[in-house]
């Protein structure tokens, strides 16, 4: 493994510790603009915490690849030749050049553009030019391959990679509590989930924790800034108090889960715009869920809207719609950059697939009726805390 790059600005542990008190609720604004603490979230975060990628249905053969990233690291996730997911660092070792140029492929190696320097699959260097005659037998090529996540784990299609070759395991990581929640949407599809559609990407000038947090439990927030929806009737009215949230250790939260019961009528009310075969789907589903899971989750199955911490959210409402994933990669202590993917059952009828699919493009996706006011929400947060008064207050946490 390389060398990990420490931070010579560090902040005093002292200095840390007063940014935040949880005990009150209050966190200091500077947490949300400071270069230095931005910089301490990369080391201490982004390089410690099983970070996500993607679904496994990005890369169901040998060669098939994507780019992603931990923190502003670049990263390639290919499937290797034994069916293995491999993590890539995508630099090359001769001169740091990013030997993958495109956002997903399949191949058989990957070749810097730069002097043709050759990686496998598994990052090892296979090829080199004119190794005999400008290295003279002195390149080890053992020694010299793509850097390689130690850590790479899957659940239930979910990829995520860690840099800490000490870290605890990833069903730890994920703890029995939320992952009693986050098998709902992942258990349910009839024929298991895949990516449908192209994956969404677009940046907005905020810090990464705005984002991230909104999906940890922030219900609070939907009546006032998505308060157009409810006037226009895009959407029934809405009681906050009628769900409820989680909070789990690492981090992770959840909102709107709905009471027992409710997803299935709302399915069922769905099913109707569909006729017979959406009641069917709709039967089929909820049969899977009583089979591979407590009675009780089956009768919560809608969830709503959940993040495993740091760099992944999702939101989820009934079986019409897509599991929406949000992948979070910081550019900045005031950039970020959002990928969004959308799965759904690929087992679902063709008309169902197309419905969900469009509906998260009208809803959630970067132009759709919620996004644009979540966006501008914490774009206009970053811009308030920028400023030298502002950006020391103390923020109010504390609720309920």
Not at 32 to 39: I, R
Not at 106 to 116: A, D, R, V
Not at 222 to 251: E, Q, R, W
Not at 351 to 356: G, K, Q, T, V, Y
Request: charged share 20%; with cysteine.
């Amino acid at each position: 493994m390389a060398t990990l790059l420490k931070d010579s600005r560090r902040l005093g542990e002292d200095e840390i510790r007063r940014l935040v008190d949880p005990d009150r609720g209050i966190v200091s604004g500077r947490v949300f603009t400071d270069p230095d603490v931005y910089q301490l979230e990369l080391e201490r975060i982004f390089l410690k915490s099983w970070c996500f990628l993607g679904h496994e249905s990005q890369i169901r053969n040998p060669g098939d690849f994507f780019v992603s990233a931990i923190g502003e690291d670049r990263v390639i996730v290919v499937r290797g030749e034994n069916e293995e997911i491999n993590v890539l660092l995508n630099s090359c070792r001769h001169r740091g050049l990013a030997v993958c140029g495109t956002d997903r492929g399949n191949t058989s190696m990957f070749i810097c553009p730069y002097h043709g320097w050759g990686y496998a699959r598994d990052g090892s260097l296979l090829a080199v030019p004119l190794l005999k005659e400008a290295y003279h037998g002195n390149l080890d090529k053992s020694a010299m391959g793509l850097v390689r996540v130690p850590n790479v784990a899957s659940y239930k299609g979910l990829i995520f990679a860690n840099w800490d070759e000490d870290a605890m395991p990833l069903d730890q990581y994920l703890t029995p509590e939320q992952m009693w929640y986050l098998d709902l949407p992942l258990v349910g599809a009839l024929g298991g989930l895949e990516v449908i559609g192209p994956v969404m990407k677009y940046r907005i000038n905020t810090n990464w924790k705005l984002a991230s947090e909104n999906f940890a439990g922030d219900d609070y927030h939907v009546l006032t800034t998505h308060g157009s929806a409810f006037k226009i009737g895009f959407l029934p009215p809405y009681d906050m108090v009628a769900d409820y949230i989680a909070y789990f250790d690492n981090g992770h939260g959840m909102g709107d889960i709905p009471k027992p019961g409710r997803a299935l009528e709302n399915d069922l009310q769905m099913a109707q715009m569909f006729g017979p075969e959406g009641v069917e789907y709709v039967q089929a589903y909820n049969q899977r869920l009583r089979e591979h899971l407590s009675a009780r989750q089956a009768e919560i199955h809608g969830l709503g809207e959940g993040n495993v911490f740091p760099n992944m959210s999702w939101i989820k409402f009934g079986c019409f719609h897509v599991l929406g994933l949000y992948s979070w990669h910081p550019k900045g202590p005031n950039e970020l950059e959002v990928w969004q993917i959308c799965l759904f059952d690929s087992a679902a009828p063709l008309a169902i697939r197309e419905f969900a699919r469009t509906q998260m493009s009208q809803e959630n996706a970067a132009g759709g009726i919620f996004g644009p006011d979540d966006g501008e929400n914490f774009e206009r947060i970053s811009e308030a805390l920028r400023g030298k008064v502002t950006g020391g207050s103390n923020l109010h946490y504390a609720m309920g």
